[in-house]
């Protein structure tokens, strides 16, 4: 009997699983309750039944803090200092919120706000105050990575031990306004803004941040989960000339793969959410 290797000169891979059931490629987006408060490059945190979403920009820059309870948000104690273009991490019973911007042009924030589930308190200080960062890892173990400063884009990546901020290698490509998520040992920081929208992908091992498979659609202030760095969503955004978009794309640690789009093509958006297959 021939086999297919004599044919066509190569293997056929065993596979454990269908890969066409990996990166939840027949998932489907659907309305939920809206928030109280509209607004744009807040911190998202939490998974989909528990979440947070707090600071942001409306007509001015906000402290709001609201948590959803997988049914309604909620408006909780206000953070600290009100800022745009902060970054979160943890849970909704124990949370993070970190750098960001206080008011026009820049006056990038280095301030590190903790929940408790109650109320925030601030704690340790970034080392390098940015805006437009990612984050990922939890209340207690996170990281701090990109943004950008009155300079310019920063390639800053910072872990955080519950106590303080420690600078650890940095990301390749300077950028801000990307996606993040995972945790302080698998992350990974998906496309961003250069003096132009992206699509370079780097995933994070805990020692050092690798290259890996491009985005289909290069675009930056964007929303994106992630459990670890094989195991992301990235949506919405911005593509260039400065289109407003929908797309809705799954990492599986080996490719990019397009799914179901959001319900509005919209940018400045943020996500929380624990895997590729469960978003808000």
């Known amino acids: ?20 059931g990996a990166g939840a490629p027949n998932g489907t987006w659907a309305s939920a309750n809206a928030m109280n408060t509209a607004r744009r490059v807040a911190a998202g945190l939490g998974i989909q039944t ?4 707090v600071g942001g920009e409306t007509s001015s820059i906000l402290a709001l ?43 990038e924030q ?6 408790d589930g109650t109320c925030w308190s601030e704690e340790g200080d970034l080392n390098t105050g940015r805006a437009g960062l990612g984050g990922a890892g939890t209340s207690t173990a996170a990281l701090a990575m990109g943004g950008i400063l009155s300079t310019g884009e920063s390639a800053s990546n910072e872990s955080w031990n519950g106590t303080a901020w ?19 040992t698998s992350a990974i920081f998906a496309v961003g803004l250069t003096t132009a929208p992206v699509n370079n992908v780097e995933t994070w091992d805990g020692t050092s941040w690798s290259e890996v498979a491009e985005v289909n659609s290069a675009r930056s202030i964007l929303g994106g989960t992630a459990k670890d760095a094989n195991n992301s969503i990235i949506f919405g955004g911005r593509t260039p000339p400065g289109t407003d978009v929908a797309i809705t794309e799954a990492w599986n640690g080996t490719a990019w793969t397009e799914i179901a789009n959001l319900g509005t093509s919209r940018d400045n958006t943020q996500g929380a959410g624990a895997s ?3 978003a808000i």
């Open 1 to 20: 009997m021939t086999d297919f290797k004599a044919i066509k000169g190569f293997n056929i891979k065993s596979l454990a699983t269908d890969p066409l």
């Open 276 to 278: 590729n297959t469960s």
């Open 110 to 115: 280095a301030n590190n706000e903790v929940w």
């Open 65 to 107: 803090n609201e948590v959803y309870d997988g049914t309604s948000w909620s408006e909780e104690a206000d953070i600290n200092t009100a800022r745009k273009a902060n970054a979160g991490s943890g849970t909704t019973a124990a949370g993070l919120t970190f750098g960001g911007a206080s008011g026009p042009p820049a006056a």
């Open 166 to 184: 420690t600078e650890l290698a940095a990301i390749n490509t300077a950028r801000n306004s990307a996606a993040s998520g995972g945790t302080i």
């Open 50 to 53: 528990a979440a947070i979403i």
